[in-house]
């Protein structure tokens, strides 16, 4: 059952903490998202991959940081730097660009909601 | 600043007329263009997609693209209840390759 996992799906975080937000795909999805998605706002980029060991910064990188160690695997940490995290974190992946069949579609996974305690 | 706009809403129509989602883009050569229906409290999910001008059926639903007036819309035919969310339009922008950039959603009420 092919799908974008994210994890945990409600997280509290204490002030001064740093939290990691993991996800997870099984698409072969070369690329993958991180964005941020605020009450009555759209969705805001942070960090994006397009392949292993590679990754750069969206529009809202300040006080977020990523790996990808894993093709399958891109988990965003929220540390202390990060003024107003609290969130709906959503996940995305999508098919390397480029070709008559990949015109750059991403797909969610379900988010995870962080608080700020 | 390459930005996509939406009207906010809340749009409301009847059950059974058809619902009509406009979206506006600043970037003339922007690609590929998206929508995506987002329940509340739920993550967003793909139901049109649309890279050439004119119009793509797939349903009730049919996109529209005009990249001369930078205009893309989404018609729902015979609206349902449970066609109540935020529809989020979504671009692929120039040079972008796989980046998408969101408009804020327009929320849909369909009413019994």
């Given at each position: ?103 750059g579609e991403q ?11 | ?48 997609s ?63």
């Amino acid at each position: 059952d092919g799908g974008i996992t994210q994890s945990p799906k409600y997280l509290f975080r204490k002030e001064g903490q740093n939290v990691t937000l993991s996800c997870e795909q099984n698409l072969n999805h070369d690329a993958m998202y991180w964005y941020r998605q605020d009450p009555g706002q759209g969705l805001r980029l942070i960090y994006y991959s397009q392949i292993v060991n590679d990754f750069q910064k969206g529009d809202i990188a300040e006080g977020y940081s990523v790996s990808r160690e894993k093709k399958e695997s891109f988990p965003l940490t929220v540390t202390s730097a990060q003024k107003n995290p609290t969130a709906f974190y959503l996940c995305a992946s999508s098919m390397a660009w480029g070709g008559a069949q990949l015109r750059g579609e991403q797909f969610f996974g379900p988010g995870t909601r962080l608080t700020v305690l | 600043q390459k930005e996509v706009e939406q009207n906010s809403g809340p749009l409301s129509v009847p059950e059974g007329a058809i619902a009509s989602l406009n979206c506006t883009y600043s970037d003339r050569v922007s690609q590929s263009f998206f929508w995506y229906r987002q329940y509340s409290g739920k993550s967003p999910e793909l139901i049109m997609s649309i890279y050439s001008n004119g119009d793509k059926e797939d349903g009730r639903f049919t996109a529209q693209l005009n990249k001369a007036s930078q205009y893309v819309s989404l018609l729902i035919r015979d609206s349902q209840p449970s066609d109540s969310a935020t529809y989020l339009c979504a671009v692929v922008p120039s040079g972008g390759y796989n980046k998408l950039i969101f408009g804020a959603g327009t929320r849909l009420a369909v009413h019994p």
